[in-house]
Nanobody
């Protein structure tokens, strides 16, 4: 059974940084390495929105609101991917979800809360 588990959320002051991790289990590292992955977020009272996505070998795409501040990276050998978030703003406060498309199925983590105080 494929599972994604996020970690790294928390409370940070505006201008600070956090690094989210998403560890995949139940699939081989080879499958992980050729699969697209991404991060979404959902702020209170708002719809879930795309933050960043990356194909297996291509560059990541980012929402305009996070370009230049967030970076998606992956460690295929560890079946883990990351979201480095710098220069955080209060409007980045949300539950962050990781997702991956593995073997034609879409999988989601349960989310990790990021709170940015002003």
């Amino acid at each position: 059974q494929v599972q994604l588990v996020e970690s790294g959320g928390g409370l940070v002051q505006a201008g600070g940084s956090l690094r989210l991790s998403c560890a995949a289990s139940g699939i081989s590292s080879r499958i992980f390495s050729i699969s697209p992955v991404g991060w979404y977020r959902q702020a209170p009272g708002k719809q879930r929105e795309l933050v960043a996505t990356a194909s297996s070998g291509g560059a990541a795409d980012y929402a305009d609101s996070v370009k230049g501040r967030f970076t998606l990276s992956r460690d295929n050998g560890q079946s883990t991917f990351f979201l480095q978030m710098n220069s955080l703003k209060p409007e980045d406060t949300a539950v962050y979800y990781c997702t991956g498309r593995f073997l034609l199925g879409d999988y989601w983590g349960k989310g990790t809360l990021v709170t940015v105080s002003s």
